[in-house]
């Protein structure tokens, strides 16, 4: 009872964070022009800060494993190539496939993965690992399928993808902020408490705005017209990856904090920011909005169900 209680606890702020949102939109408090604005802030300024200050305050050096970070890398790359797979074959529209794509493999690690952690051990070492494995990847892979599936001006679809994927990776604020702030750990993180209370007051920002921003801009009449591949994007995101990966994990002997920190990264629900790099890049906001929606409401219920199996058999 307690885990599901930490769960809703979790989860549920979240999503009335997005009801408040969509409640100030629907009385015209907010508009279009505000969620436009809210989406480019968040994707260029907030989420870059927020990845920057979860890893350069990281002491990778004395915590590393090499074997779990390449774990977390394989886990999300299978995860992410078989979402896209399960999309080519059950979606024609191209924007769809990426939005699909995304939010099936993509987890709100960095801020749930934490969470989960520190309520049940105290800290969060082994989440950090995980950042390491999986957080680059879900941004250089959203980049290359949101490139690749875009709804791009006719004639530009199929000329010059991988150029062009290459040159989004390279710009992509977020990989940007990942790459920095890992060199910054690794040099022990000298930037004096001036900047890092300055990156902390910005980072504080990312989460709130991205929901407020997601639930203003969530059509609900269109949403519910795409409710098949949003509740095939959760099963994947909340159920299949990890009845896949979660074993695998306990054969090459990974258990506690590492397991935790695992079974967010493969069934946690899909992050906001999903919603932001979609819109951003000309892919299906409406499709990608329902699905962060429904992973999140539905993983109070999966998160908590995982947590119980893991600590049954012995796992955690």
Same mark, same amino acid.
């Given at each position: 009872?307690?885990?599901? @209680?930490?769960?809703?606890?979790?989860?549920?702020?979240?999503?009335?964070?997005?009801?408040?949102?969509?409640?100030?939109?629907?009385?015209?408090?907010?508009?279009?022009?505000?969620?436009? &604005?809210?989406?480019?802030?968040?994707?260029?300024?907030?989420?870059?800060?927020?990845?920057?200050?979860?890893?350069?305050?990281?002491?990778? &050096?004395?915590?590393?494993? *090499?074997?779990?970070?390449?774990?977390?890398?394989?886990?999300?790359?299978?995860?992410? *190539?078989?979402? *896209?797979?399960?999309?080519? @074959?059950?979606?024609?529209?191209?924007?769809?496939?990426?939005?699909?794509?995304?939010?099936?493999?993509?987890?709100?690690?960095?801020?749930?993965? #934490?969470?989960?952690?520190?309520?049940?051990?105290?800290?969060?070492?082994?989440?950090?690992?995980?950042?390491?494995?999986?957080?680059?990847?879900?941004?250089?892979?959203? &980049?290359?399928?949101?490139?690749?599936?875009?709804?791009? %001006?006719?004639?530009?679809?199929?000329?010059?993808?991988?150029?062009?994927?290459?040159?989004?990776?390279?710009?992509?604020?977020?990989?940007?902020?990942?790459?920095?702030?890992?060199?910054?750990?690794?040099?022990?993180? %000298?930037?004096?408490?001036?900047?890092?209370?300055?990156?902390?007051?910005?980072?504080?920002?990312?989460?709130? #705005?991205?929901?407020?921003?997601?639930?203003?801009?969530?059509?609900?009449?269109?949403?519910?017209?795409?409710?098949?591949?949003?509740?095939?994007?959760?099963?994947?995101?909340?159920?299949?990856?990890?009845?896949?990966?979660?074993?695998?994990?306990?054969?090459?002997?990974?258990?506690?904090?590492?397991?935790?920190?695992?079974?967010?990264?493969?069934?946690?629900?899909?992050?906001?920011?999903?919603?932001?790099?979609?819109?951003?890049?000309?892919?299906?906001?409406?499709?990608?909005?329902?699905?962060?929606?429904?992973?999140?409401?539905?993983?109070?219920?999966? #998160?908590?169900? *995982?947590?119980?199996?893991?600590?049954?058999?012995?796992?955690?």
């Amino acid at each position: 009872m307690s885990n599901f @209680l930490f769960s809703i606890n979790v989860t549920f702020p979240i999503f009335l964070v997005m009801v408040i949102g969509y409640f100030l939109r629907r009385i015209g408090m907010l508009n279009d022009n505000f969620v436009t &604005v809210a989406n480019k802030f968040n994707f260029k300024v907030t989420l870059p800060f927020l990845l920057f200050r979860d890893l350069s305050t990281v002491d990778i &050096v004395s915590i590393f494993d *090499w074997k779990y970070v390449l774990f977390c890398a394989v886990a999300t790359s299978a995860g992410f *190539w078989g979402s *896209w797979a399960a999309a080519k @074959l059950t979606l024609k529209d191209h924007s769809m496939r990426g939005a699909f794509t995304q939010a099936a493999f993509r987890s709100s690690a960095a801020v749930m993965g #934490l969470a989960f952690i520190q309520n049940i051990y105290g800290q969060s070492t082994m989440g950090s690992l995980m950042i390491i494995g999986a957080v680059p990847l879900y941004n250089i892979y959203s &980049v290359i399928v949101l490139t690749f599936e875009g709804d791009h %001006p006719e004639g530009e679809r199929d000329t010059g993808k991988i150029r062009e994927a290459g040159i989004n990776i390279l710009k992509n604020p977020i990989i940007i902020a990942i790459v920095l702030g890992m060199i910054v750990a690794l040099l022990g993180n %000298p930037l004096p408490e001036l900047v890092n209370s300055t990156v902390n007051n910005v980072a504080q920002m990312a989460t709130p #705005l991205a929901l407020i921003g997601l639930g203003a801009g969530f059509e609900g009449r269109k949403a519910l017209k795409k409710i098949r591949p949003t509740l095939g994007a959760s099963f994947i995101k909340l159920i299949a990856q990890a009845a896949i990966f979660l074993p695998i994990a306990a054969a090459l002997g990974f258990t506690g904090e590492k397991m935790v920190a695992l079974a967010v990264m493969l069934a946690g629900p899909a992050t906001p920011s999903c919603y932001i790099m979609a819109k951003n890049m000309h892919n299906d906001g409406v499709l990608t909005a329902s699905i962060v929606v429904a992973t999140t409401l539905l993983s109070s219920v999966t #998160l908590t169900a *995982w947590i119980f199996i893991l600590r049954t058999v012995g796992w955690l």
